[in-house]
């Protein structure tokens, strides 16, 4: 095939050397140095495409047919839905494994909390007011260490068990004996502390100013004059979470539940978050 002056290629690559001859039959060797678009003036009147010869290669702009646009763009859509699969499986478990882990330390420490009250649990006091459980709502006799009290403590002016005795009651007023049962000129009842009485536990109100033998309860009870009274603490399960004496200790806490038989004492705690849900059970035995 003749290639005439003037015809057009879309490019040639830097390199090709092309052969012509004029109308005399002198052939004419021109490089192409650089890209080249034609129509381009070349030496000569008459073109050879069989005498086209090249270090490098001769290559034409090629259009893209409809059959290979489709398949470019299901194998580009197949590996956009493989990666979006696989984003979203990972994204999923580390939701859940987040979760779980949410769980699993509201159990744990609510678990401790638990575990160290217990352990101290009616130090010093009657041994009848240990434990007193109602609906969602545990109590456990003794006074939590804060940076205020040290706890309960043997005192040398008075042997255990300590406890207080109510002197008389007025609506939600409970007047006491003394509010320092272990006799270290300290109170051992404040605001949002729970109290055992031989009538039933008790939560002091959150209004309760310490130190006064005139305390505030939360809820009106059957309680008797000289009934024994222990400060105790106070967990409870509320919207938020689980509480103890207040506040907040546990948010992803949904469920408590306390079953006292004999000297042993079972408590089942649940957690939930996000659907993710998890149980533990602590067993404890009085000696």
């Not at 893209?64 to 197949?78: I, P």
């Not at 330390?105 to 130090?123: H, K, P, W």
């Not at 006091?125 to 006074?143: M, Q, Y």
């Not at 310490?210 to 409870?236: C, F, Q, W």
């Amino acid at each position: 095939m003749d290639i005439e002056k003037g015809d057009t290629f879309n490019e040639v690559t830097k390199g090709t050397f092309l052969t012509s001859f004029d109308n005399s039959g002198e052939h004419l060797l021109t490089p192409v140095d650089t890209f080249l678009l034609f129509p381009s003036e070349l030496p000569g009147d008459h073109l050879d495409s069989s005498l086209i010869w090249c270090c490098g290669v001769v290559s034409m702009c090629k259009g893209v047919s409809l059959v290979e646009l489709l398949l470019a763009v299901a194998a580009a859509s197949m590996l956009i839905l493989a990666l979006y699969s696989l984003n979203s499986i990972t994204e999923r478990s580390h939701h859940e494994l987040m979760d779980s882990w949410y769980c699993t330390q509201s159990l744990r420490t609510a678990f401790v909390e638990l575990n160290r009250d217990l352990i101290q649990c009616g130090y010093l006091l009657p041994e009848d007011l240990k434990i007193a459980v109602s609906a969602n709502n545990l109590f456990i006799a003794g006074t939590p260490r804060t940076s205020q009290h040290s706890g309960l403590c043997l005192s040398p002016s008075g042997t255990p068990p300590y406890f207080s005795i109510i002197r008389g009651r007025e609506s939600l007023t409970i007047l006491l004996d003394t509010v320092d049962i272990d006799h270290d000129d300290t109170s051992d009842y404040w605001a949002d502390l729970g109290i055992i009485t031989e009538s039933g536990p008790f939560v002091i109100a959150h209004n309760y100013s310490r130190g006064n033998s005139a305390v505030k309860i939360t809820s009106e009870a059957p309680l008797e004059i000289d009934d024994r009274v222990v400060p105790a603490i106070h967990y409870a399960l509320r919207p938020g979470g689980l509480y103890r004496n207040g506040q907040l200790i546990a948010e992803a806490i949904v469920g408590i539940e306390s079953h006292l038989g004999g000297d042993e004492l079972i408590i089942d705690l649940e957690a939930e978050h996000n659907g993710t849900n998890k149980k533990i059970r602590l067993t404890h035995i009085f000696r």
